[in-house]
């Protein structure tokens, strides 16, 4: 009697195109953070110039979070569905759409001002529905790209080139637009990365995954269908755990960023100064999560390194509250910003790897996807209701270009803030328990081999 031959063992390959789809996966989340980040950064130039209210240009903030609650679910299945490449070409026709109604919005041949501000929240929607699109991509990316030893770099990459270009806009817009006329110039400089973008995404991405997978979860990585997938997230308690806490993390650092300038400019600090900590904020968050990436990549701490820094995160937004009521403390509260970024900011491109994880075999955009939107809806409601807890203040003292009468002390709402943050990340650390359950699958298969860097074309 006959044995059956053995099954050959599975051969993974690794191509270097995919260093350009991570590239062009960058750029993408780059241009387009730097278009949702456009007028926060310069909020009361932005309503002298459109003739409008502080509450009209926080929607030019909030709509990307309004759209990107109900379409993100829809994004999920692109992703998982029609495939990467759809999802990422999509969005950089968008992104860049967005950017060209937004011009518009100024031309000189826009008859009527009441017709500006319209036209320019239809470009800013746009751009909101190009934002999941890319937002949810970068785990999606690292898995069908990248070998397991990559990923967590991967992601992390990928993951901080949109707080890159939210690092972009608070330096630029403030130094852009000294006075309310150099707005068609702001929306101009703007409109060349979105160009770039669309092109490297264009002709760059040619194919969804590569003929070979780098590795055993890629091979499985859309194994489960779209519904059957949502069912079993919302069956998993430690992901939905993770949903709400992780994604009210998301939520809060989207507030951050968008009402920094109006909580920072009542206690008399400039716009560039705003911008300033906005900046420190990101640059000491991509630094973070360079280390943490790399650090993760080699040891699997997910879980770990996730819990101690959400908790150190909560610690530095108490901090914030406390320094942001204080005038006259400009170091001070640099430093802070700086230590809400490295601790706070750092921890995503991880934390997303940590919800593929406990839900594996669900595909990556599916598992990312909802975490994400728990974030834009949590952080959608920070902004639409921590203004109503601010009281105006008619102090000499204040910074803000609105008027008199028109500044909001934001004493009560960044305590709240703070609370908010305390409440998610001790919910987190205590309640939150997951199995690498992607990694122990990849275990079966760690006798296969690895070419690495050999091309196929």
Same mark, same amino acid.
């Given at each position: 009697?006959?044995?059956e031959?053995?099954?050959?063992?599975?051969?993974?390959? #690794?191509?270097?195109?995919?260093? %350009?789809?991570?590239?062009?996966?960058?750029?993408?989340?780059?241009?387009?953070?730097?278009c949702?980040? #456009?007028?926060?950064?310069?909020?009361?130039?932005?309503?002298?110039?459109?003739?409008?209210?502080?509450?009209?240009?926080?929607?030019?903030?909030?709509?990307?979070?309004?759209?990107?609650?109900?379409?993100?679910?829809?994004? #999920?299945?692109?992703?998982?569905?029609?495939?990467? /490449?759809?999802?990422?070409?999509?969005s950089?026709?968008?992104? %860049?759409?967005g950017?060209? !109604?937004?011009?518009?919005?100024?031309?000189?041949?826009? @008859?009527?001002?009441?017709? *500006?501000?319209?036209?320019?929240?239809?470009?800013?929607?746009?751009?909101?529905?190009?934002? @999941? %699109?890319?937002?949810?991509?970068?785990? *999606? !990316?690292?898995?069908?790209?990248?070998?397991?030893?990559?990923?967590?770099?991967?992601?992390?990459?990928s993951?901080?080139?949109?707080?890159?270009?939210?690092?972009?806009a608070?330096?630029?817009?403030?130094?852009?637009? /000294?006075?309310?006329?150099?707005? @068609?110039?702001?929306?101009? !400089?703007?409109?060349?990365?979105?160009?770039?973008?669309?092109?490297?995404?264009?002709?760059g991405?040619?194919e969804?995954?590569?003929?070979?997978?780098?590795s055993?979860?890629?091979?499985?990585?859309?194994?489960?269908?779209?519904?059957?997938?949502?069912?079993?997230?919302? *069956?998993?308690?430690?992901?939905?755990?993770?949903?709400?806490?992780?994604?009210? +993390?998301?939520?809060?650092?989207?507030?951050?960023?968008?009402?920094?300038?109006?909580?920072?400019?009542?206690?008399?600090?400039?716009?560039?100064?705003?911008?300033?900590?906005?900046?420190?904020?990101?640059?000491? +968050?991509?630094?973070?999560?360079?280390?943490?990436?790399?650090?993760?990549?080699?040891?699997?701490?997910?879980?770990?390194?996730? /819990?101690?820094?959400?908790?150190?995160?909560?610690?530095?937004?108490?901090?914030?509250?406390l320094?942001?009521?204080?005038?006259?403390?400009?170091?001070?509260?640099?430093?802070?910003?700086?230590?809400? +970024?490295?601790? +706070?900011?750092?921890? $995503?491109?991880?934390?997303?790897?940590?919800?593929?994880?406990?839900?594996?075999?669900?595909?990556?955009?599916?598992?990312?996807?909802?975490?994400? !939107?728990?974030?834009?809806?949590?952080?959608?409601?920070? =902004?639409?209701?921590?203004?109503?807890?601010?009281?105006?203040?008619?102090?000499?003292?204040?910074?803000?270009? =609105?008027?008199v009468?028109?500044?909001?002390?934001?004493?009560?709402?960044? %305590?709240?803030?703070a609370?908010?943050?305390?409440?998610?990340?001790?919910?987190?650390?205590?309640?939150?328990?997951?199995? $690498? *359950?992607?990694?122990?699958?990849?275990?079966?298969?760690?006798?296969?081999?690895?070419?690495?860097?050999?091309? #196929?074309?």
């Open positions: 009697m006959m044995m031959a053995a099954a050959p063992a599975p051969v993974y390959r #690794t191509y270097r195109r995919r260093w %350009l789809v991570l590239i062009a996966t960058c750029a993408l989340s780059c241009s387009n953070a730097m949702w980040l #456009t007028f926060a950064p310069v909020a009361d130039q932005t309503a002298r110039y459109f003739h409008i209210s502080m509450d009209q240009v926080n929607w030019l903030s909030m709509v990307y979070l309004v759209v990107s609650i109900p379409f993100g679910f829809g994004t #999920t299945w692109i992703l998982d569905t029609l495939g990467l /490449k759809t999802s990422l070409i999509l950089s026709w968008l992104n %860049l759409a950017c060209i !109604v937004q011009l518009l919005s100024v031309a000189f041949f826009v @008859p009527k001002d009441s017709w *500006k501000f319209p036209l320019l929240m239809v470009g800013q929607s746009f751009g909101a529905f190009a934002q @999941p %699109l890319v937002l949810f991509s970068p785990t *999606k !990316v690292a898995a069908l790209w990248f070998p397991e030893h990559q990923r967590a770099t991967a992601n992390m990459i993951s901080m080139a949109n707080p890159l270009g939210i690092l972009f608070n330096i630029l817009s403030p130094l852009l637009m /000294k006075d309310p006329s150099s707005m @068609p110039v702001l929306l101009g !400089v703007y409109i060349v990365p979105a160009v770039i973008a669309c092109l490297l995404t264009t002709i991405i040619r969804t995954v590569p003929p070979t997978p780098p055993a979860g890629a091979a499985n990585s859309t194994s489960e269908p779209f519904f059957t997938g949502i069912w079993m997230l919302m *069956k998993n308690k430690a992901y939905v755990i993770m949903m709400i806490c992780f994604g009210g +993390g998301i939520g809060i650092f989207t507030a951050f960023s968008a009402l920094l300038q109006q909580i920072v400019c009542v206690r008399g600090y400039s716009n560039s100064f705003a911008g300033i900590c906005g900046a420190l904020f990101i640059v000491f +968050g991509i630094l973070g999560a360079f280390v943490i990436g790399i650090y993760v990549d080699r040891t699997r701490n997910f879980m770990e390194t996730t /819990k101690i820094n959400f908790c150190i995160t909560a610690l530095a937004c108490i901090g914030f509250a320094v942001s009521r204080l005038s006259g403390q400009p170091f001070l509260l640099a430093m802070v910003c700086s230590l809400f +970024g490295l601790f +706070g900011f750092s921890i $995503y491109p991880v934390g997303m790897e940590l919800g593929v994880e406990c839900s594996y075999p669900v595909g990556e955009g599916t598992s990312t996807g909802l975490i994400f !939107v728990s974030g834009q809806l949590q952080g959608a409601l920070f =902004i639409f209701f921590l203004p109503t807890l601010a009281q105006p203040v008619t102090s000499d003292g204040s910074a803000c270009q =609105i008027g009468g028109a500044a909001l002390d934001w004493t009560v709402p960044t %305590l709240v803030l609370a908010v943050c305390s409440l998610e990340a001790c919910c987190f650390a205590l309640f939150f328990h997951t199995e $690498y *359950k992607r990694v122990s699958a990849e275990g079966c298969g760690e006798n296969a081999s690895l070419l690495d860097g050999v091309p #196929t074309e």
